[in-house]
């Protein structure tokens, strides 16, 4: 009897032993891997701050009586003999010098249209439909941010592009636009008498003045603190609405902001950025980082920022709030869970052909789920676009048969 049992259990313990060894063999050669392809991936990497606009600039005085009609843009360059304005003795007669300009400016857009227009280039409507496709994006963009003479110059882009595109469709003939473009001229008003208003300055121009004109210039950058920034940032600065304008005398600005101090290793000085005005025009600047000063004791950090390009917004704004972009992270897109450490080294395994191969991995961004690692074009260490990467698997190595 205790023999019997003796040998049931051995039969026992040499089955489990049997396919316990024959399930570990199946899995060790066998069993299916689950992978992911890799692929290329680009992160984008900004930081939102507030902070204030300091630049070498000049009110233009002039002595006004009557309606003022801007004549220069925000932001354009002018000299002397650049008429920056023109004077109208009463509100009638600068409405009418505005309606007979914009009317002139639609008239010539459509002799333009009419004579230019290929209406036998029908592969060009492609192109039309995704030129209106974008204006009417950047339209709506520019409703947001309230910007008038930006919202005006889209809707003659629209006017140009949905023109041509019924005159290669045959929605509208030249006879009809040339026939547009008389009643157009019937409509002008006639133009009123004005006085045009010069400036012995030169700049960019501005028709903002908020009186702080001789505080906000580069030599009070030196020694800006943290708060000091974030208490000037908080101010308000109301336009002098008596004022004709200003000159922005040097092309050369800079925006003084704060940071948390465990983002302040992105601004190495002399990095590039672009700056994204929020709540302004939806065209970036680009600019260098001036120069960083890190408050340990205030767990801030104070950055400057070193622009030359000149837009609307950054000849008449004081304080604004700017999403600042830095390069993107660029890299192969791989899963958290693939990641292994062999020999010391940081890598993943990937399926090649009829083994398991072994690929090296350079980390230049951690995500939620996932890692980027270095673009390693061409290379047979490293891992590259389109590769299998195992993500689930167990006795991984490097040359382990698939089969």
Not at 112 to 118: A, C, D, K, M, Y
Not at 252 to 266: G, I, K, P, R, S
Not at 349 to 368: E, H, M, S
Not at 393 to 400: A, E, F, R, V
């Amino acid at each position: 009897m205790k023999n019997g049992m003796v040998r049931f259990i051995s039969v026992v313990l040499i089955l489990f032993l049997t396919v316990y060894a024959g399930w570990q063999t199946y899995r060790f050669f066998f069993a299916g891997y689950k992978t992911e392809t890799a692929a290329g991936f680009e992160v984008a990497r900004s930081i939102t701050t507030r902070g204030i606009l300091v630049r070498t600039e000049t009110p233009i005085q002039q002595n006004v009586s009557g309606v003022v009609h801007y004549l220069a843009r925000e932001g354009s360059k002018f000299v002397s003999s650049t008429p920056l304005a023109e004077v109208y003795s009463s509100q009638e007669e600068a409405d009418a010098a505005n309606l007979r300009a914009n009317l002139e400016e639609e008239r010539s857009l459509l002799d333009s249209i009419r004579e230019s227009t290929n209406t036998e280039q029908v592969q060009d409507l492609e192109i039309l439909n995704g030129d209106i496709t974008m204006a009417l994006t950047e339209l709506n963009r520019s409703a947001c941010y309230s910007d008038p003479s930006q919202a005006k110059a889209l809707r003659m882009t629209l006017t140009e592009k949905f023109t041509r595109k019924q005159l290669i469709t045959g929605e509208t003939t030249a006879q009809e636009l040339e026939e547009r473009s008389a009643q157009l001229a019937a409509q002008m008003p006639s133009l009123p008498q004005s006085s045009k208003v010069y400036s012995s300055q030169a700049g960019y121009f501005s028709r903002f003045v908020d009186n702080n004109e001789a505080l906000f210039i580069p030599t009070m950058l030196d020694g800006l603190t943290s708060s000091t920034i974030e208490e000037l940032a908080s101010r308000e600065y109301p336009y002098n609405n008596e004022a004709f304008g200003k000159s922005v005398t040097d092309f050369a600005w800079y925006y003084a902001t704060t940071v948390a101090l465990e983002d302040a290793a992105l601004f190495v000085p002399g990095t590039q950025v672009t700056l994204s005005f929020v709540g302004g025009s939806h065209t970036p600047v680009s600019g260098t980082v001036d120069r960083l000063t890190e408050e340990p004791e205030n767990d801030r950090a104070v950055v400057i920022i070193r622009s030359t390009e000149i837009s609307s917004d950054t000849v008449s704004r004081r304080t604004a709030s700017i999403k600042i972009g830095f390069s993107n992270y660029k890299g192969v897109r791989f899963s958290k869970k693939a990641l292994r450490i062999v020999d010391g080294q940081k890598g993943v395994y990937i399926k090649a052909g009829y083994d398991i191969q072994f690929r090296l991995v350079d980390i230049v961004y951690t995500g939620k789920d996932f890692y980027l690692s270095r673009m390693e074009y061409n290379s047979e260490s490293y891992l590259n676009m389109f590769e299998e990467v195992i993500v689930e698997g167990t006795n991984l190595y490097d040359g382990k048969p698939l089969q």
